[in-house]
C-alpha cells in the first residue's frame, strides 16, 4: 500500500474512531497476557491511538508510556489505543472490539517511559 493511501486509511480511521491523535509506528515489542477479549473502555478514556502495529508492539507502546495504564488491540484494523484506565467492565466499555491488555500484565523491558507527545 502506498504512503498516501496508508495516510488517507489512517485519517478516516480517526475520524471513525473520534480522535485526532494518529501514528504509524512501533518497533519494539514486549510479552504480554490478555485480561479482557472483545471487550474496550469507551473511547474517550482513550489517551492515544497508533495504527499499523502489531499487538506485541501495540503492548510495548504502552509499556513505555507513564500516563498509560492499559492497551486495546484490535486485530482488524491494526489498531492500538492507549488508556489511562486498567479496568474494563460494562459499565464504562462500547460496542468496539478490541483485546485489553493491562499495564502489569506486560513484560518487563528496560526502557525509559516516553510522555504522550
Do not use: W
Not at 491511538?49 to 500516563?67: K, N
Not at 486485530?75 to 488508556?83: A, I, N, R, S, V
Amino acid at each position: 500500500m502506498n504512503i498516501m493511501m496508508r495516510v488517507l486509511t489512517a485519517t478516516f480511521i480517526a475520524t471513525v474512531f473520534n480522535t485526532t491523535e494518529v501514528e504509524c509506528n512501533g518497533l519494539e515489542e514486549a510479552d504480554f497476557n490478555v485480561f479482557r477479549f472483545n471487550q474496550c473502555p469507551v473511547a474517550s478514556l482513550r489517551i492515544h491511538l497508533l495504527f499499523d502495529l502489531t499487538p506485541r508492539q501495540c503492548a510495548y507502546e504502552c509499556a513505555v508510556r507513564a500516563l498509560c495504564k492499559g492497551a486495546g488491540y484490535s486485530p482488524g484494523f491494526k489498531c492500538c489505543e492507549l488508556f489511562d484506565v486498567d479496568e474494563v467492565n460494562s459499565s464504562y466499555s462500547d460496542d468496539r472490539r478490541c483485546n485489553f491488555i493491562r499495564k502489569n500484565d506486560i513484560s518487563a523491558i528496560e526502557v525509559n517511559t516516553l510522555p504522550i507527545i
